[in-house]
């Protein structure tokens, strides 16, 4: 099977090299990507659902704020934001746009270099066709002056070694484009996790019947107007 391999790719000319480094390069961004995106979506978990979700049930909303302060998750950031804003005595609506900036802040770290797979996936494409194209055109050229009993086995020799280029090529593409369809429907998880915990927050302090912890409800956020959600 490795001798298979390695004859492919030494019959398919030297454009086979740039397409390796393609996709090595995109193996490298996607496994980095899929590791931080893992990570975010765990200790987003934990920071939320263990800490800070917990304290705003309660209504401990100093307490909660001291979570999120101390938490380094992508959330806490988002969440901290709202908060720190529903303890400066603010209403619902600028609650929201914190937690928006917060979320405008996070959001170009989950999706950095992730699109750089699609582009990756359409350069390997390119360069395979590309040659392919130079491998057939030197064919034809060693064809028109070879021997006529030898060009028809010639040519279908050649074209078979400039076929491999572009079969490389697509071999290259499409892992690379499913990576990034994996990656893209990840971050959009996250995502809406964010929009989720600042959808919990707004209704935690849109609910009058639960009491407040004694000193952690500024009067005006405790009892908002009726606005728009966040989502």
Known sequence: ??????????????FMYPIAVVLALGLAIAVERFVYLSGVRRRNRIAFERGILPLLQKRDYQRA????????SAIAAIMGAGIGRLLSNSRREDIEYA????????????????Q????LANIATLLGLLGTIIGLIAAFTAVAAADPSQK???LSGSISVAMNTTAFGLMSAIPLLMFHA???????EIVDSFEMAGVKLLNIISDPGTPAASGAVPPRAANPEPRPSLA
């Open 1 to 14: 099977m490795l001798d298979t391999i390695v004859r492919f790719f030494q019959e398919g000319g030297p």
């Open 65 to 72: 704020m001291k979570a999120a302060s101390n938490s380094n």
């Open 99 to 114: 937690m928006e900036e917060g979320l405008m802040e996070v959001l170009p770290r989950l999706e950095k270099r992730t």
């Open 116 to 119: 750089y797979l699609a582009t």
């Open 152 to 154: 028809a086995s010639l």
């Open 182 to 188: 994996v990656l893209q429907t990840r971050t959009n």
